[in-house]
């Protein structure tokens, strides 16, 4: 059972469209994280989430943590080919823990 | 080098032999994490460093497996008698300071792939 769900699991559509995509939890996390992912490279953070209602914009990216710190979400408008990959989101479950719990991702393709 | 790295960044094993996955974290970060990916998955916590003290190693799937990093720089990550279930790939990533909330530096990670 994955403590993080993400959804969907996999998304292509064509450029200038808008996405969002989903992480959701049963469990409480102290903060959340979203990372991008290329093939053959490691994640790299996008953002860190960690107050309950909290939206944060990274240019066309908008990320929002759940009221009740559960949930996030992503929300990508007018998607670039550059945007294609996979993204994760994680979370630390108690607030100073050293390690973190990831979402199975969600590979995103934006087709030109 | 500025980034984490990796060594080997691929390995072939026959099912049976020992490895070794070096991970070299960014010059003064204190904490060290070490994950496994399998294919079209998320990462997991497979263990963590705070120098050199080995403060979480929860997530080793078994015995098998065995992590240090003896002067809280360089870690290596060792699996004994390699199972095809141990197909992954292996990242390392290193922050400034212990807590999850700070930022992880990944490093590319080592493509396991037991034969």
């Known amino acids: 059972t994955q403590l993080l769900e993400q959804s969907p699991q996999f998304l292509s559509i064509q450029e200038g469209e808008n996405l969002t995509v989903y992480c959701n939890s049963s469990?409480?996390?102290?903060?959340l994280q979203w990372y991008r992912q290329e093939p053959g490279e490691g994640p790299v953070l996008l953002v860190t989430v960690v107050t309950g209602g909290e939206v944060k914009k990274l240019k066309r990216l908008t990320f929002q943590f759940g009221d009740a710190r559960k949930d996030s979400s992503l929300h990508i408008t007018a998607a670039q080919p550059g945007d294609t990959g996979l993204y994760l989101c994680?979370?630390?479950?108690?607030?100073?823990?050293?390690?973190?719990?990831f979402g199975q991702g969600t590979r995103l393709t934006i087709n030109p | 080098g500025a980034g984490v790295s990796q060594s080997p960044r691929y390995k072939v094993a026959k099912r049976g032999q020992d490895v070794a996955l070096r991970c070299d974290p960014i010059s003064g970060h204190v904490s060290l994490f070490w994950y496994q990916q399998a294919l079209g998955q998320g990462p997991e916590f497979l263990t963590y460093?705070?120098?050199?003290?080995?403060?979480?190693k929860s997530g080793l799937p078994s015995d098998r497996f065995f992590a240090e990093r003896p002067e809280g720089s360089v870690s290596t990550l060792k699996i004994q008698r390699t199972q095809q279930e141990d197909s992954a790939v292996y990242l390392c990533a290193s922050s400034l300071r212990g807590a999850a909330a700070f930022e992880q530096f990944f490093g590319p990670g080592t493509r396991l792939t037991v034969l």
């Open positions: 994680a979370g630390d479950k108690v607030q100073g823990a050293q390690k973190l719990v």
């Open positions: 469990s409480v996390f102290s903060s």
């Open positions: 460093f705070q120098n050199e003290a080995q403060l979480d």
